[in-house]
């Protein structure tokens, strides 16, 4: 029986299109045309690891902008409960979360981007975080369990390491950040793998680990 999960959305290709009441009033993906997105839901508004992870999206939400890129919360609640909601972290925690969140009593957006688990839950959205380019592609996407909080940083690192290879046509090692040597991407053919290890230009291991500085 097949059991794959229609709509899922995958990397590397369109990131499903929404229209959504917000914070801010009707959102659609287009509206983000030219920007990076992080899209990201949480379980549910007043609930203390989700408070924890939105005041951590809105104390960094100028570094997002820095590198073009907004910010756009989701949960299964409403526009009410939401504003309720910031104003709650206002007064108790004394952060402005700036960024609009999606009210989807509907599910429609949830369910669009597979943030519905039944497993964890089959009315809250789990912690699901997306990564969607300028041109509207989807170019990472992040799950977590409810019970733990993600780290806002890894979501910074990531996003300069996509906009690096993006740029440069390079990839990027475990935990690299801007300034540390990137991955040349592997030769093609056997005479580019032998001029690369002795053309002295990248810092090489073997013919198919090749680093170089920016």
Not at 6 to 30: H, M, Q, V, W, Y
Not at 74 to 93: Q, R
Not at 128 to 142: H, K, N, Q, Y
Request: include cysteine.
């Amino acid at each position: 029986m097949d059991t794959q999960v229609i709509g899922l959305p995958r990397l590397n290709e369109k990131a499903p299109a929404f229209s959504a009441d917000t914070t801010a009033g009707r959102k659609t993906l287009e509206d983000y045309r030219g920007q990076w997105v992080v899209l990201f839901s949480h379980p549910a508004d007043f609930t203390p690891v989700c408070t924890t992870e939105f005041m951590a999206f809105a104390v960094r939400e100028d570094e997002f902008a820095k590198r073009n890129c907004a910010l756009l919360g989701l949960s299964i609640d409403s526009t009410h409960s939401h504003i309720a909601w910031i104003k709650n972290i206002k007064d108790n925690f004394g952060v402005d979360v700036r960024f609009p969140i999606i009210a989807d009593l509907s599910m429609d957006v949830a369910r669009a981007y597979g943030m519905i688990h039944p497993g964890a839950a089959d009315t809250a959205a789990v912690r699901a975080t997306f990564l969607i380019d300028p041109e509207g592609i989807l170019r990472a996407m992040v799950y977590y369990p409810m019970s733990n909080g993600r780290s806002i940083d890894e979501f910074l690192r990531l996003l300069d390491a996509l906009q690096t290879s993006d740029a440069h046509g390079v990839a990027t090692p475990e935990n690299w950040k801007p300034g540390d040597d990137v991955i040349v991407p592997p030769a093609k053919t056997a005479s580019e793998a032998l001029a690369r290890v002795t053309s002295g230009d990248y810092n090489c291991k073997d013919f198919y680990f090749c680093t170089k500085a920016l």
